[in-house]
């Protein structure tokens, strides 16, 4: 959440398609048979910890700014 809120701050918009793709799967996974509350659970742990790292990436890819030369 942080990391989505300082992207934000800075309007870039590269995290969408994890968040993006995030929002298709998790929900196809979790709909896929009978899961007891163990396997549910970990299956959203799985999926928010892989976006999670997957956005955090993003966020530490920052672009240098281009150095002034006098």
């Keep these: 959440?942080?990391?989505v809120q300082?992207?934000?701050a800075l309007g870039r918009m590269s995290f969408l398609w994890?968040?993006?793709?995030?929002?298709?799967a998790e929900p196809l996974?979790?709909?896929a048979g009978n899961l007891?509350?163990?396997s549910f659970a970990t299956?959203?742990?799985?999926?928010?910890?892989i976006a999670a790292s997957a956005v955090l990436a993003l966020g530490l890819h920052v672009r240098?700014?281009?150095?002034?030369r006098a």
């Design 1 to 3: 959440y942080l990391v």
């Design 6 to 8: 300082y992207m934000l």
């Design 18 to 24: 994890v968040l993006g793709l995030v929002a298709v």
């Design 29 to 31: 996974m979790l709909s």
């Design 36 to 38: 007891s509350l163990v």
């Design 43 to 49: 299956i959203v742990l799985g999926v928010q910890c």
């Design 64 to 68: 240098q700014p281009a150095t002034i």
